[in-house]
């Protein structure tokens, strides 16, 4: 069995692209793709709003999802991500997969996650206070967190950020400090994130792990909790060209090299088919 606690070197990780079929399509499971939004389909930019994705990655995705099962899972809220996406057939996890929604009407939240909501609002409180007069620093509130964004705060600025989120968070003994991508993320702090997130997601799809290969693609620390899920039986994609360590099997560059990828994915997924249905 695989040690869940193994990390590698992300610039000693196979690039994806080079090694699909040994990757994705190595044994007869049928693959099940999971994907990040920030950062995996559309590159991180400075303001959370305007990460758009492109016209050619929602007719990807939109491909592929008729190939094999495609979902979403982002640190977004779910009606954000939702509506960026665009597109209807898929599932989609919100809010590091505290609130989900399917394509046919379905939608669950995460039931221990409710009960608090009243400290999340009381923590929003605090930080919008404290960090009002931060220039470039945004409080970002989701249903299920509460994101502070730093990337445009001033250097000399940052660390009273990062001080003040902490303090906050020493003053909220239910909630959990996610450190991102020049973000900081206050959630509930219940066994619940990602990774458990993408195994509800297979069993609510009856994707058997005997019969499907799950497939994660993503791009930030909160990523390694469904690389951890996936290390025995699936395949963790880290999308970076950065230095640093990984719970990941494989890495793909950027956003673009996710597009390639996914559309040689669905190019094998359609020859395998027609293949198989003798056209």
């Known amino acids: 069995m695989t040690d869940k606690t193994n990390t590698t070197d992300i610039s000693q990780l196979p690039n994806a692209l080079e090694h699909l079929d040994e990757i994705v399509l190595a044994d007869e499971r049928r693959p099940a793709v999971f994907l990040d939004y920030d950062g995996t389909l559309t590159p991180i930019v400075s303001r959370p709003q305007d990460a758009v994705l492109s016209d050619t990655m929602r007719a990807t995705l939109q491909r592929l999802a008729a190939l094999c099962a495609v979902a979403i899972v982002s640190g977004r809220d779910l009606a954000d991500v939702r509506k960026l996406v665009a597109l ?52 970002e509130r989701k249903r299920f967190s509460i994101a502070t964004h730093y990337r445009l ?106 597009q390639d990828f996914l559309n040689k994915l669905a190019d094998k997924l359609f020859e395998s088919q027609s293949w198989t249905d003798g056209s």
């Open 88 to 139: 209807k057939g898929l599932w989609y996890a919100g809010s590091h997969g505290f609130d989900i929604a399917g394509p046919n009407g379905e939608c669950t939240e995460f039931q221990e996650g409710r009960r608090y909501l009243a400290e999340l609002d009381a923590a929003e409180q605090d930080l919008r206070g404290a960090l009002a007069n931060v220039e470039g620093c945004l409080v």
């Open 153 to 258: 705060v001033a250097p000399d600025n940052v660390e009273q950020v990062k001080n003040t989120v902490q303090r906050v968070h020493g003053q909220h003994a239910g909630l959990r400090l996610k450190d991102g991508k020049k973000v900081l993320e206050l959630q509930p702090d219940v066994d619940w994130d990602k990774g458990k997130a993408l195994r509800w997601l297979m069993q609510v799809q009856q994707l058997d792990a005997a019969h499907f290969v799950p497939i994660y693609i993503g791009d930030d620390v909160t990523d390694e909790d469904a690389f951890r899920e996936l290390a025995d039986d699936g395949v963790g994609i880290f999308v970076a060209q950065e230095t640093g360590v990984t719970r990941a099997t494989c890495r793909l560059d950027d956003p673009d090299a996710v």
